[in-house]
């Protein structure tokens, strides 16, 4: 529900109104599991109060009976208020907010009935501690403890739902936005400007409520972090970004899977009518990407000159999913826990093995090192040895491990991706930040949580002189002139990036190979630099690659735009994005696929919007912006290629997987996609990898694919 129009002098009940959609996120998160929950209890009731006798001589059953006969009433309320809710939020579009006035009032009643239960259930909890000894009616008493216990544990998760997500800063907001109005109204009466000043102390007085607010979310979620100022530092530079990024969005978690089931269809219908079009050089889109006559497909025959590379970017692939340790080694391999038990050095019923001298350093890992059980296991991809790896973990600290490989006479530092809470808030500190250049260079900025974590792994490299070892480590099989290589995914593959630059000074032949590296990485002269010794890797439309802080913004405004042309009730349009559902298109999908002119209006509408960083449904409210960062050095993308009609007919219902060189700028927008979040996952990343090679060896076609006006399926 939107915002109402403000007046004069009720600025207390506009805050209550900026806050009705902290209230309905109350509802979403409790809602449903409260009219089960309503149900379900209902049933339970109704069956202790029918098939149970009561005999009512007897001053504690009848009590129970009564409370019983009470607590049925309120469960028959609350159901009939969820009810009246599903009702009222049918109606209209999302911004169609006249419709669903009344939602607040229900509100607030299912708020005094919820205030009622925890009354009732209080007087359940006396009765318990009075009669549940004496009182001769067991089957009874035992079903009203159980139903005590589970109400008012779900009483307590809605009172931490509502905490998390209920806008403390709401009412600053709403005293700010009226204060603006009636200055802007004054200047138009008077013709003349006030100072500013007051204006930005009103602004910075906003802005600080919400960073607070964030801050408080922050250390709640990773509550479980340990209590550092490193830590406490990342939560306040992770709340000032989220309080930028969410402070002038009033939608609620429905909103957006609304925004982006209709941001979807948008982006396929504007693919299509660009593949239509005639003025333009653009054969179809493969994977979200125009291919043109300017596309570049990897040259992976048998006398490519890219073959020698796309296998060694399959061979690094190993070393980066090996990086992550026994889960993902597990998840990857059927007969995964049969395989780590032969390498595991302690287990419940035998003693520890003691490792040898001839074992590598491990630092960190759990009690039986399943984490190097699982890395061990890259013997099977070559003459490849263990010499040092660390599992420790911290914000800004991730795990590491240094390896030789005799076969191409590299030394292998690999760098884990994102598993732990704390690599999510190394992920999450995506400011840019100078990096720790000498002599420095203002320009050249990176990710800021990943810039602190190159930072430590150089300083461990640096204090266990570890590449030093590594070169002395066997001198007769010439591993002092061992090469450096850095490899990793995700979290790791912006790591490696950093921390090559970092390391290029001293080692000039050093190589870089990112898998799914994040989009907001690097800036533009940084990553010209890397161009030289990096290698990234990006499948389909990974989303990673596409969410830095710049292209978040983005997204921001496109969800915005589609929200507010929407004009279907969210019910309709989410169910109709389920297949099975068999209903029309959202309206303003079929609006937009009408003709042409239309979706080129479309297409102007939304870069306005991008350019002018204003609110689609507010021009008061400028939205934040952040310097463009992407994603490092020359990119591999890893697209598929579907089947025409007729090929499925034929049986061919599988993708071609292909390689093509892309932009680091071709990765501006983020495309919405059921396999957004699969394109990224390691184990997928190095599958896609094999597929292209595996297609190269049992095709005969050439490097580019034959074209076809087909819809992007992913």
Same mark, same amino acid.
């Given at each position: 529900?939107g915002?109402?129009?403000?007046?004069?002098?009720?600025?207390?009940?506009?805050?209550?109104?900026y806050?009705?959609?902290?209230?309905?996120?109350?509802?979403?998160?409790?809602?449903?599991?409260?009219?089960?929950?309503g149900?379900?209890? $209902?049933i339970?009731?109704?069956?202790?109060?029918?098939? #149970?006798?009561?005999?009512?001589?007897?001053?504690?059953?009848?009590?129970?009976?009564g409370?019983?006969?009470?607590?049925?009433?309120?469960?028959?309320?609350?159901?009939?208020?969820?009810?009246?809710?599903?009702?009222?939020?049918?109606?209209?579009?999302?911004?169609?907010?006249?419709?669903?006035?009344?939602?607040?009032?229900?509100?607030?009643?299912?708020?005094?009935?919820m205030?009622?239960?925890?009354?009732?259930?209080?007087?359940?909890?006396?009765?318990?501690?009075?009669?549940?000894?004496?009182?001769?009616?067991?089957t009874?008493?035992?079903?009203?403890?159980? %139903? *005590?216990?589970?109400?008012?544990?779900?009483?307590?998760?809605?009172?931490?739902? *509502?905490?998390?997500?209920?806008?403390?800063a709401?009412?600053?907001?709403?005293?700010m936005?009226?204060?603006?109005?009636?200055?802007?109204?004054s200047?138009?009466?008077?013709?003349?400007?006030?100072?500013?000043?007051?204006?930005?102390?009103?602004?910075?007085?906003?802005?600080?409520?919400?960073?607070?607010?964030?801050?408080?979310?922050?250390?709640?979620?990773?509550?479980?972090?340990?209590?550092?100022?490193?830590?406490?530092?990342?939560?306040? /530079?992770?709340?000032?970004?989220?309080s930028?990024?969410?402070?002038?969005?009033?939608? #609620?978690?429905?909103?957006?899977?609304?925004?982006l089931?209709?941001?979807?269809?948008?982006?396929?219908?504007?693919?299509?009518?660009?593949?239509?079009?005639?003025?333009?050089?653009?054969?179809?889109?493969?994977? +979200?990407?125009?291919?043109?006559?300017?596309?570049?497909?990897l040259?992976?025959?048998?006398?490519?000159?890219?073959?020698?590379?796309?296998?060694?970017?399959?061979?690094?692939?190993?070393?980066?999913?090996?990086?992550?340790?026994?889960?993902?080694?597990?998840i990857?391999?059927?007969?995964?826990?049969?395989?780590?038990? $032969?390498?595991?050095?302690?287990?419940?019923?035998?003693?520890?093995?003691?490792?040898? +001298?001839?074992?590598?350093?491990?630092?960190?890992?759990?009690?039986?090192?399943?984490?190097?059980?699982?890395? &061990?296991?890259?013997?099977?991809?070559?003459?490849?040895?263990?010499?040092?790896?660390?599992?420790? *973990?911290? !914000?800004?600290?991730?795990?590491?491990?240094?390896?030789?490989?005799y076969?191409?006479?590299?030394?292998?530092?690999?760098?884990?991706?994102?598993?732990?809470?704390?690599?999510?808030?190394?992920?999450?500190?995506?400011?840019?930040?100078?990096?720790?250049?000498?002599?420095?260079?203002? /320009?050249?900025?990176?990710?800021?949580? %990943?810039?602190?974590?190159?930072?430590?792994?150089?300083?461990?490299?640096?204090?266990?002189?570890?590449?030093?070892?590594?070169?002395?480590?066997?001198?007769?099989?010439?591993?002092?002139?061992?090469?450096?290589?850095? !490899?990793?995914?995700?979290?790791?593959?912006? $790591?490696?990036?950093?921390?090559?630059?970092?390391?290029?000074?001293?080692?000039?032949?050093?190589?870089?190979?990112?898998?799914?590296?994040?989009?907001?990485?690097?800036?533009?002269?940084?990553?010209?630099?890397?161009?030289?010794?990096? !290698?990234? *890797?990006?499948?389909?439309?990974?989303?990673v690659?596409?969410i830095?802080?710049?292209?978040?913004?983005t997204?921001?405004?496109?969800?915005?735009?589609?929200?507010?042309?929407?004009?279907?009730?969210?019910?309709?349009?989410? &169910?109709?994005?389920?297949?099975?559902?068999?209903c029309?298109q959202?309206?303003?999908?079929?609006?937009?696929?009408t003709?042409?002119?239309?979706?080129?209006?479309?297409?102007?509408?939304?870069?306005?919007?991008?350019?002018?960083?204003?609110?689609?449904?507010?021009?008061t409210?400028a939205?934040?912006?952040?310097?463009?960062?992407?994603?490092?050095?020359?990119?591999?993308?890893? !697209?598929?290629?579907?089947? $025409?009609?007729?090929?499925?007919a034929?049986?061919?219902?599988?993708?071609v997987?292909?390689?093509?060189?892309?932009?680091?700028?071709?990765?501006?927008?983020?495309?919405?996609?059921?396999?957004?979040?699969?394109?990224?996952?390691?184990?997928?990343?190095?599958?896609?990898?094999?597929?292209?090679?595996?297609?190269?060896?049992?095709?005969?076609?050439?490097?580019?694919?034959?074209?076809?006006?087909?819809?992007?399926?992913?």
């Amino acid at each position: 529900m939107g915002r109402k129009p403000l007046k004069e002098g009720r600025t207390v009940i506009c805050a209550i109104n900026y806050n009705r959609r902290a209230l309905r996120r109350y509802k979403i998160a409790a809602g449903r599991k409260s009219q089960k929950r309503g149900q379900r209890l $209902t049933i339970v009731l109704c069956a202790i109060l029918f098939l #149970v006798e009561y005999d009512h001589s007897v001053q504690c059953i009848y009590l129970l009976w009564g409370h019983v006969v009470g607590y049925l009433s309120i469960l028959v309320a609350s159901m009939a208020i969820e009810i009246a809710v599903c009702v009222v939020a049918m109606r209209g579009s999302i911004l169609d907010t006249g419709k669903r006035t009344s939602m607040q009032y229900i509100l607030y009643l299912r708020l005094t009935v919820m205030l009622i239960e925890a009354g009732w259930l209080s007087a359940g909890i006396a009765w318990l501690v009075n009669y549940y000894t004496d009182c001769p009616i067991d089957t009874a008493k035992e079903t009203l403890l159980g %139903m *005590v216990i589970f109400n008012w544990c779900i009483l307590l998760s809605v009172l931490i739902t *509502v905490w998390c997500t209920y806008d403390s800063a709401g009412r600053s907001w709403v005293k700010m936005k009226q204060y603006q109005r009636s200055m802007r109204e004054s200047e138009s009466k008077f013709q003349y400007k006030r100072s500013g000043s007051t204006r930005n102390w009103r602004q910075r007085k906003v802005l600080r409520a919400y960073q607070d607010s964030w801050h408080n979310r922050c250390r709640f979620l990773f509550c479980c972090s340990a209590a550092k100022d490193r830590n406490s530092n990342s939560f306040a /530079d992770i709340a000032r970004l989220l309080s930028d990024f969410f402070r002038d969005l009033d939608v #609620v978690p429905s909103d957006v899977i609304v925004g982006l089931v209709l941001l979807r269809k948008f982006q396929k219908i504007e693919q299509k009518a660009i593949v239509e079009q005639r003025k333009n050089d653009t054969y179809e889109f493969l994977s +979200g990407v125009a291919v043109t006559p300017r596309t570049q497909f990897l040259s992976l025959h048998e006398d490519g000159i890219d073959l020698e590379l796309f296998q060694t970017v399959i061979h690094y692939a190993n070393f980066a999913v090996r990086a992550y340790g026994w889960p993902v080694y597990i998840i990857t391999n059927s007969m995964g826990v049969c395989h780590l038990c $032969t390498g595991l050095r302690c287990c419940c019923c035998l003693p520890c093995r003691k490792p040898s +001298g001839a074992d590598p350093e491990i630092v960190e890992d759990n009690c039986c090192q399943c984490n190097y059980a699982a890395l &061990s296991k890259l013997i099977d991809y070559g003459d490849i040895e263990i010499i040092y790896a660390t599992y420790h *973990v911290d !914000v800004g600290q991730t795990p590491f491990f240094v390896a030789l490989d005799y076969d191409r006479k590299k030394i292998v530092i690999s760098i884990r991706g994102t598993l732990s809470m704390q690599d999510i808030l190394t992920d999450l500190n995506a400011e840019g930040e100078p990096l720790p250049l000498d002599p420095p260079r203002d /320009d050249w900025l990176g990710h800021k949580g %990943m810039v602190q974590a190159a930072q430590y792994i150089l300083e461990k490299l640096d204090q266990g002189q570890l590449v030093e070892r590594a070169k002395a480590h066997k001198p007769e099989r010439g591993t002092k002139d061992f090469d450096i290589v850095i !490899v990793g995914h995700s979290l790791g593959a912006g $790591t490696a990036s950093i921390l090559g630059i970092l390391l290029r000074q001293r080692h000039p032949t050093l190589l870089s190979y990112c898998y799914s590296p994040p989009g907001g990485l690097l800036s533009a002269p940084a990553v010209e630099y890397t161009k030289e010794f990096t !290698v990234s *890797v990006v499948v389909g439309k990974d989303v990673v690659p596409r969410i830095g802080l710049h292209q978040m913004e983005t997204l921001r405004t496109d969800l915005i735009n589609a929200i507010k042309r929407s004009v279907d009730p969210k019910w309709k349009t989410i &169910s109709c994005s389920v297949l099975c559902c068999g209903c029309s298109q959202p309206t303003s999908a079929v609006e937009l696929s009408t003709g042409e002119r239309d979706v080129t209006e479309y297409m102007r509408s939304k870069e306005n919007a991008r350019h002018m960083g204003i609110h689609p449904s507010d021009s008061t409210i400028a939205l934040t912006s952040h310097q463009p960062l992407y994603p490092p050095g020359r990119i591999i993308h890893i !697209v598929r290629h579907h089947p $025409t009609s007729g090929q499925q007919a034929l049986n061919k219902k599988d993708p071609v997987y292909q390689a093509l060189w892309a932009s680091n700028i071709d990765f501006d927008e983020v495309l919405i996609s059921p396999v957004m979040i699969q394109d990224h996952m390691p184990d997928r990343v190095l599958e896609a990898l094999n597929k292209v090679r595996s297609h190269l060896s049992h095709s005969s076609l050439p490097d580019a694919p034959i074209y076809t006006i087909e819809d992007d399926m992913d």
